[in-house]
């Protein structure tokens, strides 16, 4: 399972449709790290987010963009 597919939200809240933005906190499940970890991850510019008024929200497909590029430097490595 990828970690695009994980169902952070219940559909039933989102009226059916997958989520477009996630919570860092959410995010930070998905990646299995904790949320200082992730706010690094975001800071550094590893991690895309966004600032939408004044609440951070993470692309859905960012978490698994992140681990993308996270195995591609290790077999490059």
Do not use: H, N
């Amino acid at each position: 399972m990828s970690i695009a597919s994980v169902e952070v939200v219940p559909l039933a809240k989102t009226g059916g449709l997958p989520p477009v933005f996630l919570t860092v906190e959410e995010a930070a499940r998905c990646l299995r790290v904790g949320r200082t970890t992730c706010f690094g991850l975001i800071r550094t510019g590893e991690l895309e987010s966004l600032m939408i008024g004044g609440l951070r929200r993470v692309p859905a497909d960012a978490p698994a963009a992140y681990l993308a590029r996270r195995r591609a430097e290790q077999r490059a490595a």
